[in-house]
C-alpha cells in the first residue's frame, strides 16, 4: 500500500510538470479549407446539371474515384466539355422532355466520372462504364472521342464495337440507359413475370462467352443480358430506347430461326397446291444487265398472252403495235425495265435504239411459217409486230421459321413498356423517338462541343 502511494504521488508529478509546459500551437491548420477556384467549366457544370438537376461531374483525376488496380489516366477538359454537352443533349434532355423537370433530380445518379483511358476487368473485358450504389457512374476512353467526327451507329448492330469512329450509343449512352434503369427498378420493383420469360436460360458468369449474335438467337439483345435477370431487364430497356428501327429489327431478324432440313436445305411455307409461297421475285439479268426471255426445249423465245389466249404486243404512246423491220432484228432484240413497264430495244450501228425507231429504208418484216411466207388471201404479206416474252425470275420464297426467341424479347419489351408507364408516368416509345431526333447527325452536329456556349 505504501509503495502504490508513492507511484501516485509521482504520477500525480508528473502530469503536473507537463500539463503546466506553455508550447505554442500553430493557428495554421494543416488541412486546407480554401474554397477550390472554380474554372468555367465548373460554373457550366453547376448551372446546367447541378442547380436543375443535383448533379456533377468528376473530370479530374481522383484515384479515390477509380480503381487502385487498374492503370487509367485523366481526361482533358477539352475532351470532358464536349462529352458533357452530349450526355444533356442526348441522354438528359429527352427525360426531361417526356418525364418533367423533376423526374431527374429526384430519381438520377449524382456523379458522373470521366476517365481518360480504357479500363479492363480481370476477365481482360474492356469496361463499357461502371455504376456504384445509384449514385455515381463511370464513363471510361473519353479522350478517345473525335468531335470533328461524331458517330452513333444506327446501321449495323453487329459491327465491331472497336472500331474508331467510337459509336457514342454503345460506350455512353446506351451504359447510362441500363444504369438508370437498375435506380429505377431498384426504388419501384418490375413484376415477377418479366423473370419467366427466360427463366432457366440465364448464363450467370458464363455470359462473357455469349456473343450478341447468339444472345438473340436465344431470346436476348445482348450477350450481357444473358446474365440474369434484371441485367436482361436493363439491357433490352437500353437497346431499345437507343436503337433506330433499323438496328432494332436486325436484332429482331437475328432471332428468328430460319428451319432447314437434314440436309440443310430450306424448308418452305406450302400453299393449297403444295407450291412454295413467294415472298419476292425480280427479273433474271444477263451480264450486260438486261432482261433474260424464258425459251422453251428448243432455245424459242416463249411469248406472253392474254387470258383468252390471243398475243400481247408492245405498244406505241398511241395504242398502236409496233411493226417490226429486218434491220432492226440482225442484231438481237433486247429487253429492259423502264418506269414500271417493259421496253424493247435493237441495234443498229453499234448503238442500242427503242423499237419504236425506223427509218425509210428500212424493209419491214413479215409473218413465215417454217421459214415461208405467209400470204393473205389476196395475196398480200402480212407485217410482223413486236410480241411481249414471258420473262425469267429469281424467286425468294417465304422459309419456314421459329419465333420463339423474337417473341420472348418482344414479350419482355412489353414488360418494360408497362413498368415504366405505370410505375414512372414514362411512354419509352415517346423518349426513343426524342432520343433519335436527338442522335441524327444533324441534330449532333448543330451542337458546340468545342466551347461552353449553349
Known amino acids: 500500500m505504501k509503495n502504490l502511494k508513492i507511484y501516485i504521488l509521482l504520477a500525480g508529478v508528473l502530469f503536473t510538470t507537463f500539463s503546466c509546459d506553455k508550447d505554442d500551437l500553430d493557428s495554421q491548420s494543416i488541412f486546407n479549407t480554401d474554397t477550390p477556384t472554380k474554372n468555367e467549366f465548373d460554373q457550366w457544370i453547376r448551372k446546367n446539371l447541378t442547380n436543375p438537376y443535383n448533379i456533377t461531374i468528376d473530370y479530374l483525376y481522383n484515384d479515390h474515384e477509380t480503381d487502385l488496380d487498374a492503370n487509367v489516366i485523366p481526361t482533358t477538359i477539352p475532351q470532358s466539355i464536349g462529352l458533357a454537352k452530349l450526355v444533356k443533349h442526348v441522354w438528359m434532355d429527352p427525360y426531361t422532355e417526356v418525364g418533367g423537370a423533376d423526374f431527374l433530380k429526384y430519381n438520377c445518379f449524382r456523379q458522373f466520372v470521366f476517365v481518360g483511358s480504357g479500363e479492363y476487368d480481370g476477365q481482360g473485358t474492356m469496361k463499357l462504364g461502371q455504376a456504384e450504389g445509384g449514385v455515381k457512374v463511370t464513363l471510361f476512353r473519353v479522350n478517345e472521342l473525335n468531335f470533328d467526327r461524331l458517330y452513333i451507329n444506327n446501321e449495323d448492330y453487329y459491327r465491331q464495337h472497336s472500331t474508331l469512329p467510337l459509336d457514342l450509343n454503345y460506350w455512353y449512352f446506351h451504359t447510362m440507359h441500363h444504369e438508370f434503369c437498375h435506380i429505377l427498378t431498384q426504388k419501384k420493383e418490375y413484376t415477377p413475370e418479366f423473370r419467366l420469360v427466360s427463366a432457366g436460360t440465364y448464363k450467370g458468369p458464363g455470359w462473357v462467352n455469349v456473343s450478341d449474335t447468339t444472345a438473340a438467337k436465344d431470346g436476348f439483345v445482348t450477350g450481357y443480358a444473358t446474365g440474369e435477370y434484371n441485367e436482361d431487364f436493363a439491357e433490352t430497356y437500353a437497346v431499345y430506347v437507343t436503337s433506330s428501327d433499323k438496328i432494332w429489327n436486325q436484332i429482331l431478324e437475328k432471332a428468328t430461326k430460319y428451319l432447314v432440313d437434314d440436309n440443310g436445305m430450306p424448308v418452305y411455307v406450302l400453299d393449297k397446291k403444295g407450291n412454295p409461297v413467294v415472298k419476292s421475285k425480280e427479273y433474271q439479268r444477263d451480264t450486260n444487265g438486261l432482261l433474260v426471255p424464258e425459251t422453251d426445249a428448243n432455245g424459242n423465245i416463249v411469248y406472253a398472252t392474254d387470258k383468252k389466249g390471243n398475243p400481247i404486243y408492245f405498244k406505241n404512246s398511241k395504242g398502236e403495235k409496233i411493226p417490226m423491220y429486218n434491220e432492226q432484228t440482225k442484231g ?25 425507231a425506223s427509218a425509210t429504208s428500212f424493209t419491214p418484216t413479215v409473218e413465215t411459217i417454217n421459214g415461208d411466207t405467209i400470204y393473205t388471201k389476196d395475196g398480200k404479206t402480212i407485217q410482223k409486230y413486236y410480241r411481249v416474252p414471258l420473262f425469267k425470275y429469281n424467286y425468294e420464297y417465304v422459309q419456314k421459321v421459329d419465333e420463339t426467341s423474337k417473341k420472348k424479347i418482344l414479350t419482355k419489351l412489353n414488360y418494360i413498356r408497362a413498368y415504366f408507364m405505370d410505375k414512372w408516368n414514362i411512354d419509352i416509345d415517346k423518349l426513343r423517338e426524342k432520343i433519335q431526333e436527338r442522335t441524327t447527325m444533324e441534330s449532333l452536329n448543330s451542337l458546340d462541343l468545342k466551347s461552353l456556349k449553349d
Open 332 to 356: 438481237g432484240i433486247y429487253y429492259d425495265v423502264k418506269d414500271d413497264s417493259i421496253e424493247a430495244y435493237f441495234v443498229y450501228s453499234n448503238t442500242l435504239y427503242p423499237i419504236t
